[in-house]
């Protein structure tokens, strides 16, 4: 039996412990991306579309109503005429308030599968979340330690990573 490990590549390693940090970052920014277009998504469905709703909701009552005072007022003036293309400005008023209501009811529904569908979607990124920041820190620092030892172990020298150049400046 051997004695001796053998070390194929400690680069390889290094390798690996940079990608190991560069996917660490970016993972943490398309979650941080996704978490905040969750939050915008559900904001926008409780108050801005429920707003815009509940506002055309009380515009397209009053159009109804005018429509409808109309259409009493042509018939009690006895204009025939008249009747017909207030009859069709009140059905049409109508549809438009049938309209609304129903946007309301969908939007309620969208916000109660919101959180049942989406909210519990984005709880499960927590968890890869808390990973990200917790657990590839120490994998990273693993294999520091490793490149480390296996350095020593094999006798070759260290040689610092030359820093990076800042912005606009020198090193």
Known sequence: MDAQ???GSIDAIEAFQA????????????????????KR????????????WE???????????????ELYSARLSDMRRDKSARQMAVNRARRALEEAREKLVLIKRWRQAYDSRVETLAKQLEGLQDLLARQMPKGAVSL????????DYAGVERTPKAPEPQEGGEP
């Not at 998504?41 to 815009?52: D, N």
């Not at 506002?55 to 005072?69: H, S």
């Not at 520091?144 to 350095?151: D, E, F, K, P, S």
């Open 5 to 7: 490990a053998r070390v």
């Open 19 to 38: 990608a190991l940090i560069r996917f660490t970052g970016r993972t943490k920014q398309a979650l941080d991306d996704v978490t905040g277009e969750v």
């Open 41 to 52: 998504t559900r904001g926008w469905l409780e108050t801005e579309q429920r707003q815009k």
């Open 55 to 69: 506002g055309e909701l009380r515009r397209r009552a009053r159009a109804l109503e005018q429509a409808e005072q």
């Open 144 to 151: 520091a330690n490793t490149i480390r030892l296996l350095q």
